[in-house]
């Protein structure tokens, strides 16, 4: 016999939450919304709710406690502004690939369409950018609702899922019975078939190489492929690029570890990708920052392209073999053929321009002899701190680039950073529910004195949780990357890029955050020991040379092999 | 790459907020729909869309990958127009007058094998099912005494291949 209950819409949307295994959401509260966090306030014991001072922040801590976690972020918001605050977040989530799920109160039902106090069509506004969305309108649809969105967040390649509820269904009683999880969709093929013979064609391409080369992206982390990558390039001896979303799915030191492909990646994998003469490319998707100028792309190379996604494949890059289906999966069953090799010479080409690169630009931002401090000196000394352990969050900017180039890693998932969209605000959130979803690691957020004024107020939820997020802001008093272009492509015409910022660290004091300020190379790192070492959440200020720019670069529209050491 | 028209067929679930999801899939991409029409499939509770676009082959197939991608999507084909049974509907409505003003009218009415849909005192209404281009020159045929309404349909297509939906369906379900 079922034991059937009769609760209302409100409180099934809260045990289905629990039923899914969700121990932390992250939101704020409104009209539309209130009988949900009523029922939160019920079920505190076993769901945690983490205020936040922003909607938006609560989207972008519920992709960082994903991207740490492995496992779905939550958000919730009001009606109306509440949900449109979340938008940037989704749309963020949506090009990361990142699994969230995000539940909005609307008006009662009666009153949809009647430009209602806090209406807004959320359904058409998230459209575009959730991987699902469904307006509830009745209490008994909730539980099938919230289980599809769990199912289609996180399987396949992941996204944001959107569920709008109106008032009246969550105030509304329903039968409820114990939760069934949803495990599939009749009209969703989360994953594709693989067919063995494209893993055979790809194997025998790549066995005949001469001069391959493999580009990683998310889609190992996402398929928790890292063991799997590894051995693939280990047998296959192939010199491996990441992409910005691939980096820590391979130890950064690892032996055929060449470093970062795109606009500002490392010099070798970037002119070299103009001459492999096969290119695996594994779950990533030949973003423009990636490739540069597509016409003048790879044409010298066959290319293999592994994707769980069919519509990745030929979008950017016209590939001779897919192998379609799960990276686990797919690398999996690839290692049998591939043969065991080196590339001893081919590696050393890559070594060659590594070494270009030390002299004409890592050099001076590792040890530098001019008076500012660097970036990358920073990150130097966060990986030193840390070990390369540390859970690197980044914002969007100079500093992101700096952060991706610079930070060191040994673990997966240990890069958390805005992508596709490239969200400034992003990274103090994010590190919130970083932090959250690997409350035993260090997370360091990497932010611009710009980007930080955007999410700042979420310092007050990092007050009110305790979350120990250590918070580098490297201020260099300019929106640096726009500037860094507009000295490069507009005669420097420095519009509105100049930032006159308050005084971070008695900001950080109103916060009751351990704070400090370093403006000498002599005193940076026993200020991030310090940080590091602390039990709590820390600040730390940084300031930066002003106009440093971040090299080498693929301008706009240029071929990767054309890429600029300065 | 040469544009061509192109006829796609979207097999999906009937859900509210799929149009929505599949004109944005055009709009974010700058593609003129030329012509959409919705109803129910064969199958129940599957709805079948029928666009009709202007692009390359290129261009096109990487939106039935766009288009596959939508979770409530089920299947989407592209056919070009050799590959397809098609038809539109028309409608012209004129004041009852013009028919004993200008013989013309019956005419072209006749020649064409329209349907007379209704007539009355004030006007009369006549429909004709076609291929675009007939349409169009039924238009011109008429536009010198005076359309008082002209509406047209979108297309409605029927590929000549299988196209396999309950196969898929089972297939997924399994």
């Given at each position: 016999m079922k034991n059937t209950e009769r609760i209302i819409g409100a409180e099934a949307v809260v045990r289905c939450l629990i039923a899914e295994g969700v121990d932390v959401a992250y939101g704020y509260p409104g009209g539309a919304i209130m009988p949900i966090y009523d029922e939160l306030y019920k079920y505190q014991d076993q769901l945690h709710h983490v205020l936040t001072r922003h909607e938006q922040g609560a989207a972008h801590a519920a992709q960082g406690y994903a991207r740490t976690s492995g496992r779905v972020g939550v958000a919730l918001a009001t009606s109306g502004p509440g949900a449109t605050n979340l938008i940037t977040g989704i749309a963020d989530a949506q090009i990361d690939s990142t699994p969230v799920v995000c539940i909005t109160g609307q008006v009662a039902s009666h009153l949809?369409?009647?430009?209602?106090?806090?209406?807004?069509d959320v359904i058409s506004i998230s459209s575009p950018i959730t991987k699902w969305n469904c307006q509830v309108t009745?209490?008994?649809?909730i539980p099938a609702a919230i289980a599809k969105a769990f199912y289609i967040a996180k399987s396949g390649r992941p996204g944001p899922v959107l569920i709008d509820i109106t008032k009246d269904a969550q105030q509304g009683e329903l039968d409820y019975n114990s939760y069934e999880k949803c495990?599939?969709?009749?009209?969703?093929?989360?994953i594709p078939e693989t067919d063995i013979e494209k893993v055979k064609q790809a194997a025998e391409i790549i066995n005949g190489a001469k001069k391959p080369m493999i580009i990683f992206g998310q889609g190992v982390i996402l398929g928790s492929a890292e063991a799997e990558l590894k051995a693939f390039i280990e047998k296959s001896g192939i010199p491996s690029a990441w992409t910005v979303l691939g980096?820590?799915?391979?130890?950064?030191?690892?032996?055929?570890?060449v470093g970062m492909v795109g606009?500002?990646?490392?010099?070798g994998p970037n002119k070299l990708t103009n001459e492999c003469d096969v290119l695996i490319a594994i779950?990533?998707?030949?973003?423009d920052r990636v490739t540069?100028?597509?016409?003048?792309?790879?044409?010298q190379a066959k290319v293999i392209h592994f994707d769980?996604?069919?519509?990745?494949?030929?979008?950017n890059v016209k590939s001779d073999v897919a192998v379609l289906g799960d990276a686990k999966d797919t690398l999996g069953k690839i290692l049998e053929y591939v043969d065991q090799k080196e590339y001893t010479s081919w590696l050393n080409e890559f070594r060659a321009f590594d070494q270009i690169e030390f002299e004409k630009v890592i050099d001076g931002q590792?040890?530098?002899?001019?008076?500012g401090l660097t970036m990358g000196e920073v990150l130097q000394g966060i990986n030193k701190a840390t070990k390369d352990n540390a859970v690197i969050v980044s914002d969007v900017g100079q500093h992101q680039m700096m952060a991706v180039r610079y930070a060191n890693f040994?673990?997966?998932?240990s890069n958390v950073t805005s992508g596709?969209?490239?969200?400034?605000?992003?990274?103090l959130p994010a590190a919130i529910g970083a932090k959250m979803g690997a409350p035993s690691r260090d997370v360091v957020a990497i932010i611009g004195d710009g980007g930080f004024q955007?999410?700042?107020?979420?310092l007050g939820t990092i007050l009110q949780t305790g979350t120990a997020v250590k918070i580098v802001v490297l201020n260099n008093e300019f929106l640096g990357m726009v500037r860094q272009w507009q000295q490069l492509f507009?005669?420097?015409?420095?519009?509105?890029?100049e930032m006159i910022n308050p005084d971070f660290i008695k900001l950080a004091e109103a916060y009751s955050i351990p704070a400090k300020k370093v403006t000498q190379r002599e005193n940076l790192q026993a200020a991030i020991d310090e940080m590091i070492a602390s039990e709590s959440s820390y600040f730390l200020e940084v300031m930066v040379e002003k106009e440093d720019n971040v090299f080498p670069m693929v301008p706009t529209g240029a071929s990767v092999s054309d890429v600029r050491l300065s | 790459m040469e544009k061509k028209s192109y006829t796609i067929s979207v097999y999906s679930e009937?859900?509210?907020g799929l149009l929505n999801r599949i004109s944005t899939i055009f709009v974010k991409r700058h593609i003129n729909i030329e012509s959409l029409t919705v109803s129910h499939s064969e199958i129940e509770n599957v709805s079948r869309f029928i666009l009709v676009v202007n692009m390359t082959e290129d261009a096109v197939k990487k939106i039935i990958g766009q288009l596959e991608k939508q979770?409530?999507?089920?299947q989407a084909y592209y056919h070009t127009e050799d590959e397809i049974i098609f038809t539109e509907t028309a409608m012209f409505k004129f004041k009852s007058d013009l028919l004993f003003e200008n013989p013309q009218i019956q005419n072209i009415i006749k020649e064409h094998s329209m349907n007379i849909v209704t007539v009355n005192r004030t006007f009369f209404v006549v429909e004709k099912a076609g291929r675009r281009h007939e349409i169009d020159a039924i238009y011109e045929s008429f536009k010198p005494f005076g359309i008082a309404q002209f509406v047209r349909s979108g297309r409605v297509a029927i590929s000549k291949?299988?196209?396999n939906i309950r196969k898929i369906l089972g297939e997924i379900v399994q």
């Amino acid at each position: 016999m079922k034991n059937t209950e009769r609760i209302i819409g409100a409180e099934a949307v809260v045990r289905c939450l629990i039923a899914e295994g969700v121990d932390v959401a992250y939101g704020y509260p409104g009209g539309a919304i209130m009988p949900i966090y009523d029922e939160l306030y019920k079920y505190q014991d076993q769901l945690h709710h983490v205020l936040t001072r922003h909607e938006q922040g609560a989207a972008h801590a519920a992709q960082g406690y994903a991207r740490t976690s492995g496992r779905v972020g939550v958000a919730l918001a009001t009606s109306g502004p509440g949900a449109t605050n979340l938008i940037t977040g989704i749309a963020d989530a949506q090009i990361d690939s990142t699994p969230v799920v995000c539940i909005t109160g609307q008006v009662a039902s009666h009153l949809l369409g009647t430009d209602a106090f806090q209406e807004t069509d959320v359904i058409s506004i998230s459209s575009p950018i959730t991987k699902w969305n469904c307006q509830v309108t009745k209490a008994e649809d909730i539980p099938a609702a919230i289980a599809k969105a769990f199912y289609i967040a996180k399987s396949g390649r992941p996204g944001p899922v959107l569920i709008d509820i109106t008032k009246d269904a969550q105030q509304g009683e329903l039968d409820y019975n114990s939760y069934e999880k949803c495990s599939q969709v009749r009209s969703y093929k989360p994953i594709p078939e693989t067919d063995i013979e494209k893993v055979k064609q790809a194997a025998e391409i790549i066995n005949g190489a001469k001069k391959p080369m493999i580009i990683f992206g998310q889609g190992v982390i996402l398929g928790s492929a890292e063991a799997e990558l590894k051995a693939f390039i280990e047998k296959s001896g192939i010199p491996s690029a990441w992409t910005v979303l691939g980096l820590s799915a391979l130890a950064t030191n690892h032996p055929l570890n060449v470093g970062m492909v795109g606009m500002h990646g490392n010099y070798g994998p970037n002119k070299l990708t103009n001459e492999c003469d096969v290119l695996i490319a594994i779950g990533m998707r030949f973003d423009d920052r990636v490739t540069g100028k597509l016409d003048v792309y790879a044409k010298q190379a066959k290319v293999i392209h592994f994707d769980i996604d069919p519509a990745e494949i030929d979008k950017n890059v016209k590939s001779d073999v897919a192998v379609l289906g799960d990276a686990k999966d797919t690398l999996g069953k690839i290692l049998e053929y591939v043969d065991q090799k080196e590339y001893t010479s081919w590696l050393n080409e890559f070594r060659a321009f590594d070494q270009i690169e030390f002299e004409k630009v890592i050099d001076g931002q590792l040890n530098p002899t001019k008076e500012g401090l660097t970036m990358g000196e920073v990150l130097q000394g966060i990986n030193k701190a840390t070990k390369d352990n540390a859970v690197i969050v980044s914002d969007v900017g100079q500093h992101q680039m700096m952060a991706v180039r610079y930070a060191n890693f040994t673990n997966t998932r240990s890069n958390v950073t805005s992508g596709g969209l490239g969200t400034m605000g992003f990274a103090l959130p994010a590190a919130i529910g970083a932090k959250m979803g690997a409350p035993s690691r260090d997370v360091v957020a990497i932010i611009g004195d710009g980007g930080f004024q955007m999410t700042c107020q979420e310092l007050g939820t990092i007050l009110q949780t305790g979350t120990a997020v250590k918070i580098v802001v490297l201020n260099n008093e300019f929106l640096g990357m726009v500037r860094q272009w507009q000295q490069l492509f507009f005669d420097r015409r420095y519009a509105s890029t100049e930032m006159i910022n308050p005084d971070f660290i008695k900001l950080a004091e109103a916060y009751s955050i351990p704070a400090k300020k370093v403006t000498q190379r002599e005193n940076l790192q026993a200020a991030i020991d310090e940080m590091i070492a602390s039990e709590s959440s820390y600040f730390l200020e940084v300031m930066v040379e002003k106009e440093d720019n971040v090299f080498p670069m693929v301008p706009t529209g240029a071929s990767v092999s054309d890429v600029r050491l300065s | 790459m040469e544009k061509k028209s192109y006829t796609i067929s979207v097999y999906s679930e009937n859900n509210l907020g799929l149009l929505n999801r599949i004109s944005t899939i055009f709009v974010k991409r700058h593609i003129n729909i030329e012509s959409l029409t919705v109803s129910h499939s064969e199958i129940e509770n599957v709805s079948r869309f029928i666009l009709v676009v202007n692009m390359t082959e290129d261009a096109v197939k990487k939106i039935i990958g766009q288009l596959e991608k939508q979770v409530e999507v089920i299947q989407a084909y592209y056919h070009t127009e050799d590959e397809i049974i098609f038809t539109e509907t028309a409608m012209f409505k004129f004041k009852s007058d013009l028919l004993f003003e200008n013989p013309q009218i019956q005419n072209i009415i006749k020649e064409h094998s329209m349907n007379i849909v209704t007539v009355n005192r004030t006007f009369f209404v006549v429909e004709k099912a076609g291929r675009r281009h007939e349409i169009d020159a039924i238009y011109e045929s008429f536009k010198p005494f005076g359309i008082a309404q002209f509406v047209r349909s979108g297309r409605v297509a029927i590929s000549k291949e299988a196209m396999n939906i309950r196969k898929i369906l089972g297939e997924i379900v399994q």
